[in-house]
């Protein structure tokens, strides 16, 4: 039975539901592609021979070896929609987001993985989610017991150790599936670095010379757990997680002009997420009926607190966030060329936050500062995929969303919003090395409920960046265009073309409580963005290289939007989230990166380096233009597989990483008041080691 069930929701045998997966052209002893038709039907397997040389541990160690695909995490977006990131397992995306995909890969062994199928552009019983690529995990059916138990150390430069051990299990009888995790321990997150600062003000003086220390870290404490079983004709899988948390840092700034002393910044978070998931399938005959339900529950309390001789300020904030999703779908097998599926969708999000800023001795009033804010949010939508010839596919969706946002306390205020949000892909193959891919698109982001409270920069910076929660979701026009040219069995490069006409676009603005005060995220009109993206993944054999393959992404952005502050034309500030899939999650201007893996089944090993490229953020405020500037970023790597059950890896991390921030202040709004001062920090990252053994039983 779960043998049909696998078959069915993969969308490989649709033409006859009951049929056993392995029975098909994409059997698991079939090499990649192994046929025309499938690889214009967009579906290419990869079965655990194709990674036999590698020797990976896990499902996610075979992701990142899969041929021009780049895995994505998935949005933090509320409701099921586009949160799941790009891949999928046994056809369905996960049912928990706190639990992220990358630690639900990371526990499924390879022993499990039957096949990873890539899917391109399409293929029947599969909701692209509007992505135009996803991979597909499909797992055996095989009984038994198998798991890993994993030790991580950091030791770090300046003395400090960390340390990281998890276990996790899986058991499975018949249809019967259990998994445990458990992870606890600290670790390293020095983000910020060490180095020094300068202040000039606008005529170039030097105001300020200090030297910078930094130190973070943060512990984690996870126990997840799911049950998979037959129930009422259909198959029940429950899941649960409890991943608790704290973060602390410190920050020192010794000036040593205009006079010697010192400045000083902490900052704390604990947290506490909590989340149930469940998810019932039932297939009979051309019919596939899902019913989802998602609950969870966080919590936050932050305190950050900057001291110097003549200032002191203290930010406090607590916030209660819960979520509650319900979801129904119906698919339906009209052809082998035709599949449909309609569902609905219902949440109700809530949010209690709490904040105070204190300077001095002096309490500060902030916009926002103590709200409640309830959303109910409907989605009804509807699904046709159509494979009109082995070489043409088209998927044609539209959604339809209806919200009620209402907020009480220090802002009262009742919204209602309404969106139609259709989507038309295409995919063509004239060849089988050759694929092109289209998207014509509507996306609506949701509301980040952390832009309806106050930012805590305001410690360290002074500007004060309040919250908003009087935003519409900004939306946008999307076409977008993919050619794939795969060559030298293994070698796939992908060209990607992206253009997005934008409303309502979210970014700072001045907020007025009778005086300016402050900004805060806000809805600031329309404009657009273009992308340029460019992804190789080849094998090194011909240049002598055995074994190697290089991967590489390029990724060209320009953005316009009117300035709230100035009425000049400018980029869209960096690190904005826009919530529709497939996710962006920043709009620097340039991007790129390389990964380089060698195996040497000689040594029992495999080692490789990771490449980040230069980028910049920059940042628009109501008095002040931050810009960060990333410097090359440098991994090495090396695992060592003593038996197949026992590995060791290696990893030298944050080579050669250095950042420049700068900081314009003018004493007033930008476009009124003077420059005020340049702050130049010059920040180094201590490069840290990572060590990794992984035993592995069953």
Request: charged residues 25%; without cysteine; hydrophobic residues 40%.
């Amino acid at each position: 039975m779960l043998a049909s069930v696998l078959a069915a929701v993969s969308g490989l045998a649709l033409a006859e539901p009951q049929a056993d997966p392995a029975a098909g052209p994409a059997a698991a002893s079939a090499p990649p592609a192994a046929t025309a038709t499938a690889a214009q039907q967009g579906v290419i397997s990869y079965p655990p021979s194709f990674f036999a040389d590698v020797g990976p541990s896990t499902a996610l160690e075979m992701i990142q070896r899969l041929p021009g695909f780049s895995f994505d995490r998935g949005a933090a977006v509320r409701g099921l929609s586009g949160a799941g990131g790009n891949v999928l397992i046994d056809g369905e995306p996960p049912v928990s987001k706190n639990d992220s995909l990358e630690e639900i890969l990371r526990r499924i062994p390879v022993s499990s993985v039957q096949r990873i199928d890539v899917i391109r552009g399409g293929a029947p019983g599969i909701d692209m989610q509007g992505r135009t690529v996803i991979a597909n995990v499909i797992r055996k059916s095989s009984a038994g017991v198998k798991g890993a138990f994993v030790w991580t150390m950091w030791p770090i430069a300046d003395g400090r150790f960390f340390y990281g051990p998890r276990a996790e299990a899986q058991w499975r009888e018949g249809q019967r599936l259990i998994e445990v995790s458990f992870v606890v321990g600290k670790g390293p997150n020095d983000t910020a670095g060490d180095g020094d600062r300068i202040r000039v003000d606008a005529n170039g003086n030097t105001l300020i010379r200090s030297n910078i220390d930094f130190d973070a870290q943060g512990s984690r404490r996870w126990l997840v757990g799911a049950y998979e079983t037959p129930f009422a004709g259909g198959r029940l899988r429950l899941n649960g997680a409890y991943i608790g948390g704290d973060a602390d840092s410190e920050y020192y700034d010794d000036i040593v002009f205009p006079s010697v002393t010192r400045e000083y910044q902490y900052f704390s978070e604990d947290r506490a997420q909590r989340e149930m998931g469940l998810r019932w399938n039932r297939r009979a005959g051309r019919n596939q009926l899902d019913v989802v339900a998602f609950q969870q529950w966080n919590k936050t309390d932050s305190y950050s607190r900057f001291d110097s001789p003549t200032l002191s300020r203290l930010f406090l904030n607590s916030k209660d966030i819960s979520e509650t999703v319900g979801r129904l779908n119906l698919r339906r097998t009209v052809s082998p060329a035709l599949n449909i599926e309609a569902g609905v969708e219902g949440a109700l999000n809530t949010l209690d936050s709490a904040t105070s800023l204190r300077i001095n001795t002096a309490v500060v009033p902030l916009p926002a500062a103590n709200v409640e804010v309830e959303e109910k949010r409907g989605e009804a939508f509807g699904l046709a995929s159509w494979r009109i010839s082995p070489k043409l596919a088209l998927e044609m969706a539209v959604r339809q969303e209806v919200s009620t946002v209402t907020s009480t306390g220090d802002v009262e205020l009742e919204k209602s919003l309404s969106f139609t949000k259709p989507r038309l892909t295409a995919t063509w193959s004239p060849f089988d090395d050759l694929q092109v891919r289209g998207r014509l698109e509507r996306e609506v982001t949701q509301l980040n409920f952390d832009d309806f409270v106050a930012n805590n920069s305001v410690t360290q910076t002074g500007a004060v960046v309040a919250g908003n929660p009087d935003l519409s979701p900004m939306q946008a026009w999307v076409a977008e265009v993919a050619v794939e040219r795969r060559f030298l069995k293994q070698g796939v490069a992908i060209l990607t073309l992206r253009r997005w006409e934008l409303t309502d676009v979210i970014d700072r603005a001045p907020v007025y409580l009778g005086n300016l005060v402050a900004d805060a995220p806000a809805n600031i009109g329309d404009g657009w963005r273009n992308e340029i993206q460019f992804s190789l993944s080849t094998p090194l054999d011909r240049l002598g290289l055995k074994q190697a393959t290089l991967k590489a992404q390029v990724s060209l952005r320009e953005t316009e939007v009117t300035d709230p502050t100035t009425g000049d034309l400018r980029p869209i500030s960096s690190v904005l989230t826009f919530g529709a899939p497939p996710p962006i999650s920043a709009v620097r201007e340039t991007e790129w990166e390389l990964h380089y893996t060698q195996d040497l089944p000689q040594l029992k090993s495999t080692w490789g380096f990771d490449i980040i490229g230069p980028y910049i953020d920059r940042y628009y405020r109501l008095s002040e233009i931050e810009t960060q500037k990333s410097e090359i970023s440098i991994l090495v790597f090396g695992e060592w597989k003593a038996r197949p059950d026992l590995s060791l890896r290696v990893e030298l991390q944050s080579l050669a990483k250095d950042t420049t921030r700068v900081r314009d202040v003018w004493s007033g709004p930008r476009n009124t008041a003077p420059l005020q001062y340049r702050d130049y920090r010059n920040l180094q990252y201590d490069g840290a080691i990572q060590f990794r053994l992984r035993k592995t039983f069953g």
